[in-house]
């Protein structure tokens, strides 16, 4: 069965910095484009960040450029968020999205991010 878990979510101040973790088994990883999506309470799911299977093309959201760089190790399944630079407003639920094909889609179960003094 083809799974995610996110993790490295928790709380820190405003300017500090945290590295999320998308751990994926049961697919082809190297083949999947990923991504990060993120939602706070009573908003939409907003994409965050996303980057080809080979990982050479990435694109942000206007809101994380220059503070945030999602990239992968395909030798370890494993996708990363770095963030830094942390603003409250960045306080969500982040979720791990992969994307195959024409029409297979996968989702992690979410990690916590909260930034507050």
């Known amino acids: 069965q083809a799974q995610l878990v996110e993790s490295g979510g928790g709380l820190v101040q405003p300017g500090g910095s945290l590295r999320l973790s998308c751990a994926a088994s049961?697919?082809?990883?190297?083949?999947?484009?990923m991504s990060w999506y993120r939602q706070a309470p009573g908003k939409e799911r907003e994409l965050v960040a996303a980057?080809?299977?080979?990982?050479?093309?990435?694109n942000y959201a206007d809101s994380v450029k220059g503070r945030f760089t999602i990239s992968r190790d395909n030798a370890k399944n494993t996708l990363y968020l770095q963030m830094n630079s942390l603003k409250p407003e960045d306080t969500a639920v982040y979720f791990c999205?992969?994307?195959?094909?024409?029409?297979?889609?996968?989702w992690g179960q979410g990690t916590q991010v909260t930034v507050s003094s």
């Open positions: 980057l080809t299977s080979a990982g050479g093309s990435t």
């Open positions: 999205n992969a994307r195959g094909g024409w029409s297979k889609v996968y």
């Open positions: 049961g697919f082809t990883f190297s083949s999947y484009a």
